[in-house]
């Protein structure tokens, strides 16, 4: 797969489909784990994130709450294997019941969002083997108010997940408990009680 450089404009429709690089280092390793079951990009904005999986074979089901922007991106397909891999949903991932029943996604990647109430039914509908990544905003500015405290994503998953890796950074001012969590889990056979 060629990918764009990250240096070209923001606002650009090549810097819109930039891959995170957590994810386009992993990508390989998350889709032969999915073995053919449809990847979900939660939150997936522009579909930058999915079209490594696209470019990969995989089946991707976009979610957002607006699918405006991938729409824009679809229309002026620069990548024709996207339309017929993938499919959009339009999703209020807040208030809108979840969609997807139990052990019918490979993979689930989340990138720049994080709604901890999601978890149980990421756990849920992750089948087992599968992976979940999750990576949270950086902690720029003020969007430190929108991230976890120290050790909850973890404690939160641990009980369904393996990690194989989890990073957590300190952000916002000194006497925030914020951090910006990176991680990658396969899901277990088994919940441990």
């Given amino acids: 797969m060629k990918h764009t450089e990250t240096r070209n404009k923001p606002g650009s429709t090549a810097h819109k489909l930039t891959p995170s690089p957590f994810v386009n280092k992993l990508a390989s390793k998350i889709a ?26 995989c089946e991707v089901i976009c979610v957002d709450i607006s699918l405006t922007q991938l729409e824009a991106q679809l229309s002026g397909s620069h990548t024709p294997e996207f339309s017929s891999r993938s499919s959009l949903k339009k999703l209020d991932l807040v208030n809108d019941p979840w969609p997807f029943g139990s052990a019918t996604v ?50 939160a998953l641990q ?35």
């Avoid at 990073?167 to 919940?191: C, I, M, Q, T, Y």
């Fill in 159 to 193: 009980h369904a997940f393996a990690f194989d890796i989890y990073e957590e950074r300190k952000v916002g001012p000194v006497d925030s408990n914020a951090v910006a969590v990176k991680l990658l889990a396969r899901r277990l056979s088994d919940p441990q009680t």
């Fill in 106 to 155: 490979g993979a689930i990647i989340v990138v720049d969002f994080l709604l901890p109430t999601l978890f149980p039914h990421f756990e849920c509908s992750l089948f087992p083997g599968g992976y979940l990544l999750i990576e949270t905003v950086s902690g720029r500015g003020g969007n430190y108010l929108q991230l976890p405290a120290a050790g909850t994503v973890k404690s």
């Fill in 32 to 57: 032969r784990a999915a073995a053919g079951v449809p990847i979900l990009d939660v939150a997936s904005g522009s579909g930058r994130n999915a079209i490594v999986f696209v470019n990969l074979g």
